[in-house]
């Protein structure tokens, strides 16, 4: 672990935001976030390979130096120790396109997506492609799997990362999220839409990148956006697909709010199910927000604290009912 001094002290986030977070979460949560914001972060990764088990590549990585903790609810991951990504990464079985870091709320997403061989389905926004990757395991190369995301950049960030893991059969597609609900009308069995949002479970006082454009504009913006991208996304279920909608941040306008309007005024029927994911740092969902109540369906989406590797994330699973 390292001693170095932060660059930022927890008073220097904006104080706007911590004024906030009083009202979102409760005061051992709280404290959890703040101990999350000014320690090093837990280090998690998954097999990538179907060929190798848990238990063969914790062997590998312990001749390597490592701890290896598995993870009782998610077959494929481990939290490793020292949390030292340069020395991951000079593994063999990292080397070799084995494993590959991710956290383990990212898994989450796709753990309450529930997919199966032979679903159809669409990650609206795939950049980096840790999720999608994580999706076409399980579908153990049966099905469709369209990879979208509108920045080229990105998008060649993430066919560099399939090759690394040895990705195959996946359709990337470079266009707005918001079209995709004209485009793929009822053409998926399961949709995940990981939207943008203002990352505040990713904020980190020694990199204050991670927190400094921080403003309520920002959100604002970010839910009206997160309100079309959803209502997009729906449109691309079949009948009793199933849609997960998920952030890294805590704000409630980009989580509840937008989920409970959807609810609200859906494009056809929907249901909201409960998202049946047994992770540590679970937690339910906020049921009112500046006064405003909520959808009583609300309740079955989650929020994630960052407790044993969590971090900070929001969950809600959708069904258009047939």
Not at 41 to 63: C, M, V
Request: glycine share 6%; with cysteine; hydrophobic share 40%.
């Amino acid at each position: 672990m390292s001693n170095a001094p932060l660059s930022a002290s927890w008073k220097d986030l904006p104080s706007e935001f911590l004024q906030r977070l009083p009202g979102i979460l409760c005061p051992e949560d709280l404290a959890c976030f703040r101990q999350f914001t000014e320690q090093p972060r837990s280090l998690s990764a998954r097999i990538t390979d179907h060929h190798l088990s848990l238990q063969e590549a914790q062997l590998e990585l312990e001749r390597s130096g490592f701890s290896v903790q598995a993870i009782d609810w998610m077959p494929e991951a481990m939290l490793l120790s020292p949390p030292d990504r340069r020395l991951i990464q000079e593994t063999m079985i990292h080397g070799s396109g084995g494993m590959l870091i991710q956290s383990l709320s990212s898994m989450a997403a796709v753990e309450a997506l529930d997919v199966m061989p032979g679903h159809d389905v669409l990650d609206c926004c795939a950049a980096p492609g840790g999720k999608a990757s994580l999706i076409r395991f399980r579908q153990q190369g049966q099905g469709i799997l369209v990879a979208n995301d509108l920045s080229r950049r990105r998008i060649q960030k993430m066919q560099r990362l399939f090759g690394q893991i040895h990705v195959e059969g996946v359709d990337v597609h470079m266009q707005s999220a918001e079209t995709l609900g004209g485009s793929h009308a009822t053409c998926f069995d399961r949709v995940l839409l990981d939207a943008p949002c203002s990352g505040e479970g990713r904020f980190r006082l020694e990199s204050p990148s991670t927190w400094n454009d921080w403003e309520p504009g920002k959100i604002r913006r970010l839910a009206k956006l997160q309100q079309r991208l959803l209502r997009s996304a729906l449109r691309t279920l079949r009948p009793d697909g199933v849609l997960v909608y998920s952030t890294c941040t805590l704000a409630p306008e980009e989580n509840e709010v937008v989920v409970s309007r959807i609810l609200n005024n859906p494009p056809f029927p929907i249901a909201i199910e409960p998202v049946e994911v047994d992770c540590p740092g679970r937690r339910p969902a906020l049921l009112e927000w500046k006064e405003q109540q909520l959808s009583g369906d609300i309740q079955h989406a989650m929020r994630i604290i960052p407790e044993d590797g969590m971090t900070p994330f929001f969950i809600a699973k959708l069904r258009r009912i047939s």
